[in-house]
């Protein structure tokens, strides 16, 4: 195809044109450099000023308070599963709330390092509710609660942090990262894999409050050493430099939208048509449970397997993408960040009004 398609992939996804369209500009001669930012050495002073911009954007965007940290580190969301458990189990104790695919592996990738104690899982549930805070069964004297705030796969979504009984919270945000406001104050730490809603894969980001930073065990691999790369500003090595430059044009991008306000308010807005229009269909079959729902992730059947192959195959013919759901749940998912655009969701719902009245 020579035009854009709507792509609903779950990550890596879409990216703003805009964005884009400035990396291209910028591609063979950065700012007057005479050179790509792919080509420049990370100790330059032009690169240390993308550096520099990208975490102070962050910063402005989250509201970040002083006592925390940023780290742009190596190897997405998968790499901190571990390292945070290395880094924070002094006690060696922490308690997680399995509510997907990816907070159940962040609890093995911990158990291999502590007593992990799973304080709910939701697997009874096919995962399609988030727990309320009764249902959460938090030990005392523990290092952290770990909870995935965004469940790509299942498409849920907690609406509400929880009480801890005063452990720090640690939070998976990858798929709802920058996606609408959160206060920092409330969470210990808060990690998140680039490639859905700040831009391309490689990027681990972590935001982590400074007194929970400890010195480093002596037998871990140095780039997973929160505190040196803390000293280091994230640049104990190379960095994964040019996709930092992408979510800092990504990050400027959201502030020129409004900020995380006026994103909440537009991924509301675009969930909210998928959501209503699923919610009165007697064709398709949506069950997440209402109040455990994302704005990001959509995750829906048409009555059956045949069905959903079909819907796949026609709207790949229709100009749209990656509708396929998870091989773990089949049936349709539609992820919906920041980068698409309302008409994209629009298009989709008019697909789906359309094929429900073609194979009822
Ligand atoms: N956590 C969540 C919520 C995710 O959606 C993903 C990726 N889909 C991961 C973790 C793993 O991220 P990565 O591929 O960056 O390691």
């Known amino acids: 195809t020579d035009k854009r398609v709507y792509n609903f992939s779950a990550g890596p996804s879409m990216l703003p044109v805009e964005v884009l369209e400035e990396a291209r500009d910028e591609m063979l001669n950065y ?4 050179m790509s930012v792919m080509e420049m050495s990370h100790r330059s002073s032009t690169y240390q000023a993308i550096f520099d911009e990208t975490k102070a954007t962050l910063k402005r965007l989250l509201n970040i308070p002083d006592n925390y940290k940023i780290l742009f580190l190596h190897g997405g969301a998968t790499q901190q599963f571990g390292t945070l458990a290395l880094n924070l189990l002094q006690k060696g104790r922490a308690d997680y709330v399995v509510t997907g695919n990816f907070s159940k592996k962040a609890a093995q990738e ?3 390092f502590g007593d992990v104690h799973i304080a709910y899982d939701g697997k009874d549930n096919n995962y399609t509710h ?11 004297d523990i290092d952290y609660v770990h909870i995935c705030q965004n469940n790509t796969i299942f498409g849920t979504e907690w609406n509400y942090v929880p009480d801890t009984k005063g452990a720090p919270l640690v939070a998976d945000m990858s798929s709802d990262f920058l996606s609408r406001p959160v206060d920092v104050t409330k969470y210990g730490l808060i990690y998140a894999g680039a490639q859905k809603n700040v831009g391309i894969a490689g990027l681990g980001i972590v935001i982590i409050r400074e007194d929970l930073v400890k010195p480093h065990r002596p037998d871990i691999q140095v780039l997973s050493e929160y505190d040196t790369m803390i000293k280091k500003d994230s640049m104990y090595n190379t960095p994964p430099a040019y996709a930092i430059y992408v979510a800092g044009l990504v990050m400027k991008w959201i502030e020129n939208q409004g900020g995380l ?3 909440e308010k537009r991924n509301i807005k675009k969930a909210k048509l998928l959501q209503d229009y699923l919610d009165q269909s007697d064709f398709y079959n949506y069950p997440t449970e209402k109040g455990s729902r994302s704005n990001m992730n959509v995750a829906f059947t048409t009555p059956n397997k045949d069905l959903d192959a079909k819907f796949v195959k026609e ?11 998870h091989r773990l749940v089949g049936g349709i998912r539609a992820s919906i960040y920041n980068a698409m655009p309302y008409e994209g969701v629009e298009y989709l719902v ?4 359309k094929f429900a009245e073609e194979n009822k």
């Open 261 to 263: 306000e006026a994103m």
């Open 315 to 325: 709207s790949i013919e229709a100009g749209m993408t990656n509708l396929k759901g």
């Open 130 to 140: 988030i727990p309320t805070q009764d249902e959460l069964d938090i030990r005392d």
């Open 31 to 34: 700012k007057g450099s005479g």
């Open 350 to 353: 008019n697909f789906m009004k």
């Open 110 to 112: 911990a158990a291999k």
